[in-house]
């Protein structure tokens, strides 16, 4: 549980970096980059946490 835990604290990580860069107007591609890691961390982290109960 501890590790599917840190997974979605590193995806909320990501997700404040895709909200700090489309702030700073920064490209769309990184924007998109960093929210599609972010969802896919915290899917995997979420995933790995129910399944593990």
């Known amino acids: ?3 599917s835990m840190l997974t979605m604290v590193l ?3 990501f997700v ?3 909200i700090s860069f489309q702030q700073q107007k920064k ?5 998109l ?3 599609i ?3 896919a ?3 995997y982290g979420a ?6 109960l």
């Open 37 to 39: 890691i972010a969802l």
């Open 1 to 3: 549980m501890t590790s």
């Open 27 to 31: 490209p769309l591609w990184s924007v």
């Open 33 to 35: 980059l960093l929210a």
């Open 47 to 52: 995933y790995s946490w129910i399944t593990s």
């Open 16 to 18: 404040g970096g895709a």
């Open 41 to 43: 961390l915290v899917g």
């Open 11 to 13: 995806g909320a990580f």
